[in-house]
């Protein structure tokens, strides 16, 4: 297959990259300061810092936390990335289960694991939707001052009651992976309404400079990617726009299905559905979930274990050239 980038983006890629060129600075430039403020526009607001990955980013922000030598709440149902930042923060990792409903933290299973020693709790937007119970868990995490930090590397486009993801705790991550609603090859995006988590994360990325405070890495953007990001957000409205027809006319095809609440958006990085096998499908979220992958007990994981057997993604990549089918052919496909 195929990456689909249009002619009149190419150009516009191109001439941002003179620009690039002109400017004489291939990074800590004004191109990632120019994505930034475009990101912060687009997400409502929040202060904005670029990386170079979404890892590095959660790894910052863990750390903008504190959260070294406690306890992270994960859930299970994640890709690695969320586990690996807060072990490499410096935390013990407390697996979650999720919502069969939503595919994310489960609230009621959350409260049952929070101790004396928790320090933080990663959400994970599952395939393009915000978690069903995030305002209720921001609500829950603010009154015990626990920070809430949001894995945002599916959420492009989400929006709950005109909400967007990143914006409930302290702050929340985006990635921008080639395969990603938003690609860019590489890169990520950390948010934030804190202005200290937003000056600390902005150091980190940088080895800490000038006055090396903090200890951090190097996770800069470099001025060519916050290129192809302005060309990709520009873009990103028609990407969104095709994902959400086709997930229309899924709507009428598929009953057993992750099911929006009321003013949720979705981005649909993913459509899920809880029937197995379609004859063409893009596999799982998640092929297995992170306490199976870390050799970790299972004990009241029982949701994320079902899940993991009992759902599949029908294809909604950006390009997929069976997109433009009736409903009716769509179902004959995808059902045979
Ligand atoms: C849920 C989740 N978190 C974090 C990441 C890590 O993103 P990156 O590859 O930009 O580090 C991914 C990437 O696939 C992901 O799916």
Same mark, same amino acid.
């Given at each position: 297959m195929k990456i689909p980038f249009e002619a009149e983006y190419r150009r516009r890629y191109h001439d941002l990259l003179e620009e690039v060129f002109d400017s004489?600075?291939?990074?800590?430039?004004?191109?990632?300061?120019?994505? $930034? +403020?475009?990101?912060?526009?687009?997400?409502?607001?929040? $202060? +904005?810092?670029?990386?170079?990955?979404?890892g590095l980013g959660l790894l910052a922000l863990l750390e903008a936390a504190g959260v070294g030598g406690g306890e992270v709440i994960v859930p299970s149902n994640t890709f690695m990335a969320t586990p690996l930042a807060a072990i490499r923060a410096g935390a013990d990792v407390v697996f979650a289960d999720c919502n069969r409903e939503d595919l994310c933290l489960s609230l009621t299973d959350l409260k049952t694991r929070i101790t004396s020693r928790t320090r933080a709790v990663i959400v994970v937007h599952i395939g393009g939707h915000i978690a069903f119970e995030i305002e209720e868990m921001a609500a829950y995490l603010a009154e015990r001052d626990i920070a809430l930090i949001e894995d945002c590397a599916h959420a492009h486009g989400a929006e709950y009651n005109g909400r967007q993801a990143g914006t409930y705790g302290l702050g929340g991550v985006y990635s921008f992976y080639a395969t990603k609603t938003m690609p860019l090859g590489e890169g990520g995006l950390v948010v934030t309404r804190d202005a200290r988590a937003a000056e600390f994360v902005r150091s980190w990325r940088n080895y800490g400079k000038y006055d090396y405070k903090v200890s951090g890495f190097n996770a800069r953007m470099n001025e060519m990617t916050a290129a192809l990001g302005l060309v990709q957000l520009e873009r990103l409205p028609r990407i969104l726009a095709w994902k959400r027809d086709l997930a229309a006319k899924y709507d009428r095809i598929f009953e057993k299905r992750v099911r929006l609440p009321r003013n949720m958006v979705s981005g649909y990085y993913k459509y899920i559905v809880f029937e197995r096998p379609l004859a063409e499908e893009t596999g799982r979220v998640f092929d297995s979930p992170c306490h199976e992958i870390m050799g970790r007990s299972g004990d009241g994981l029982a949701n994320t274990d079902w899940v993991k057997s009992n759902h599949a993604c029908a294809p909604i990549y950006y390009g997929w050239d069976r997109a433009e089918s009736t409903p009716e052919a769509l179902a004959a496909h995808l059902l045979s």
């Open positions: 004489d600075f291939l990074s800590e430039g004004r191109m990632v300061r120019r994505f $930034e +403020t475009e990101m912060s526009a687009c997400l409502g607001g929040p $202060e +904005t810092v670029a990386v170079c990955n979404a």
